[in-house]
């Protein structure tokens, strides 16, 4: 029996310990989803903003004079942006943007056209997930835990942009996780070339605020210099960079927060424990007392026989 409580005692400090790094875990990454979260809701703004001005735009010249506004008919090569973590305790945060990517390539090698289709990940644990479905990954980005300049992912961005311009792809889509509460995040797939016209579902509008439709003003006339399609052949390629920058904003504070949930989860788990383990403690502690005190009572009537 005593064995039995010593045994019990050290899984209650083995779990104890446990839950101490789960703890910190969880306080840390609600330190890091706050922080996140504020740079999420600070540049959607801008993001929505920029969407808008290049639908304003896009109405004022012609589309086929530029090519990420040009839609190629039928896509035969598609490239996949996967926007995932970099490390794993966060629930079944990978698990779900990769099984949603998966889903996708799917659904497009049922087409006839498809003739290819490429992952481009930012993300260790996604390219994980990817490389082990056979899929194939043509460039793989370490992605940035913590981005404070959209210029940290301009290589990214031009690259893609290029390689649809040469015409790798014929239709490029963006995968991420889209932050809604820090109890609620959604895979999303938006397609980030060619740039659509009038999408007001998708690109540039990452995220689930949008302005309210008495705050909505009406469409008004700009004057371009030198011309719109001057300004178009500057701006577009800015703009995949700033969807693909306020994806990853949108992913990073998804991340924290489900790691966050994730950790506070296992800590309450390991505080459920921790009181079935002090219970069997007890019951153990008490039934080695109840057994000594049967054994002196037995050892003092034999002596008094």
Same mark, same amino acid.
């Given at each position: 029996?005593?064995? @039995?409580?010593?045994?019990?005692?050290?899984?209650?400090? =083995?779990?104890?310990?446990?839950?101490?790094? #789960?703890?910190?875990?969880?306080?840390?990454?609600?330190?890091?989803?706050?922080?996140?979260?504020?740079?999420? @809701?600070?540049?959607?703004?801008?993001?929505?903003?920029?969407?808008?001005?290049?639908?304003?735009?896009?109405? #004022?010249?012609?589309?086929? @004079?530029?090519?990420?506004?040009?839609?190629?008919?039928?896509?035969?090569?598609?490239?996949?942006?996967?926007?995932?973590?970099?490390?794993?305790?966060?629930?079944?945060?990978?698990?779900?943007?990769?099984?949603?990517?998966?889903?996708?390539?799917?659904?497009?090698?049922?087409?006839?056209?498809?003739?290819?289709?490429?992952?481009?990940?930012?993300?260790? *644990?996604?390219?994980?997930?990817?490389?082990?479905?056979?899929?194939? $990954?043509? =460039?793989?980005?370490?992605?940035?835990?913590?981005?404070?300049?959209?210029?940290?992912?301009?290589?990214?961005?031009?690259?893609?942009?290029?390689? %649809? $311009?040469?015409?790798? %792809?014929?239709?490029?889509?963006?995968?991420?996780?889209?932050?809604?509460?820090?109890?609620?995040?959604?895979?999303?797939?938006?397609?980030?070339?060619?740039?659509?016209?009038?999408?007001?579902?998708?690109?540039?509008?990452?995220?689930?605020?949008?302005?309210?439709?008495?705050?909505?003003?009406?469409?008004?006339? %700009?004057?371009?210099?030198?011309?719109?399609?001057?300004?178009?052949?500057?701006?577009?390629?800015? @703009?995949?960079?700033?969807?693909? %920058?306020?994806?990853?904003?949108? =992913?990073?504070?998804?991340?924290?927060?489900?790691?966050?949930?994730?950790? *506070?989860?296992?800590?309450?788990?390991?505080?459920?424990?921790?009181?079935?383990?002090?219970?069997?403690?007890?019951?153990?502690?008490?039934?080695? $007392?109840?057994?000594?005190?049967?054994? $002196? =009572?037995?050892? *003092?009537?034999?002596?008094?026989?």
């Amino acid at each position: 029996m005593a064995l @039995l409580t010593r045994k019990i005692k050290r899984q209650i400090q =083995s779990v104890k310990n446990t839950q101490k790094i #789960t703890k910190a875990m969880e306080l840390v990454s609600g330190a890091k989803m706050r922080k996140a979260v504020n740079a999420v @809701l600070t540049s959607r703004p801008y993001s929505n903003l920029a969407w808008q001005t290049v639908a304003t735009l896009s109405n #004022t010249v012609d589309r086929e @004079l530029h090519a990420l506004l040009f839609d190629r008919q039928t896509a035969k090569k598609i490239g996949v942006v996967l926007i995932s973590a970099n490390r794993g305790l966060c629930g079944v945060f990978n698990q779900q943007i990769a099984r949603e990517a998966l889903r996708f390539v799917q659904q497009e090698q049922q087409t006839p056209d498809v003739e290819k289709i490429e992952f481009i990940t930012l993300g260790h *644990k996604g390219a994980q997930i990817i490389a082990k479905s056979g899929n194939v $990954i043509a =460039s793989d980005f370490t992605k940035p835990d913590v981005v404070t300049d959209i210029s940290e992912i301009s290589s990214v961005a031009k690259m893609i942009v290029q390689q %649809y $311009i040469d015409g790798d %792809y014929d239709k490029v889509v963006l995968v991420y996780t889209d932050f809604i509460n820090s109890l609620k995040q959604r895979p999303e797939i938006k397609q980030l070339l060619p740039i659509k016209q009038n999408d007001n579902s998708g690109l540039g509008k990452v995220g689930q605020d949008e302005e309210p439709a008495s705050a909505k003003k009406d469409v008004t006339e %700009y004057l371009f210099e030198p011309s719109a399609d001057f300004v178009l052949s500057h701006f577009l390629p800015r @703009l995949i960079e700033v969807q693909i %920058y306020q994806a990853i904003l949108e =992913s990073n504070a998804s991340e924290h927060s489900a790691r966050m949930v994730a950790m *506070k989860n296992a800590s309450d788990a390991a505080s459920d424990l921790i009181n079935e383990l002090t219970l069997s403690f007890n019951k153990a502690r008490q039934a080695g $007392i109840t057994q000594e005190i049967s054994e $002196i =009572s037995v050892s *003092k009537a034999a002596l008094e026989g």
